[in-house]
């Protein structure tokens, strides 16, 4: 399942590195990033407002190096900030990787 968003990606690039006010750190301007970039399907991209954070490019680099900010880090913050639970982020994400995979509509649970 690919859903492009522009939109909501340019309404993340710019805005103040996320992670940067989470530990304290004096805000950089940050650009959008994907909390699940991988497992999407052949490099097909999930442009929705709970995969999405706005990190610095130092955060954005040290992250896909292993280093902090973690995707569970992330998780967490972006959840703080839609004010969902973790686990919500993450079996939603799940719920539409698995659809991409077999071919079927995404589904909510109990539905």
């Avoid at 522009?6 to 940067?20: D, M, V, Y």
């Avoid at 991209?45 to 954005?60: K, P, W, Y």
């Avoid at 992330?74 to 982020?89: G, P, Y």
């Avoid at 990787?97 to 909510?108: F, I, L, N, V």
């Amino acid at each position: 399942m690919t859903v492009s968003d522009q939109e909501l990606l340019a309404e993340f690039r710019g805005k103040p590195c996320e992670w940067c006010q989470f530990i304290g750190d004096r805000p950089k301007p940050g650009d959008p990033a994907h909390l699940f970039h991988s497992g999407i399907g052949g490099g097909k991209q999930l442009d929705i407002r709970i995969n999405l954070a706005s990190i610095c490019r130092l955060h954005h680099t040290a992250s896909h190096a292993g280093c902090s900010p973690h995707q569970y880090e992330l998780i967490a913050l972006v959840a703080k900030r839609e004010n969902v639970a973790f686990d919500f982020i993450v079996d939603e994400i799940r719920r539409l990787q698995r659809a991409e995979k077999d071919g079927s509509e995404p589904r909510r649970k109990g539905t």
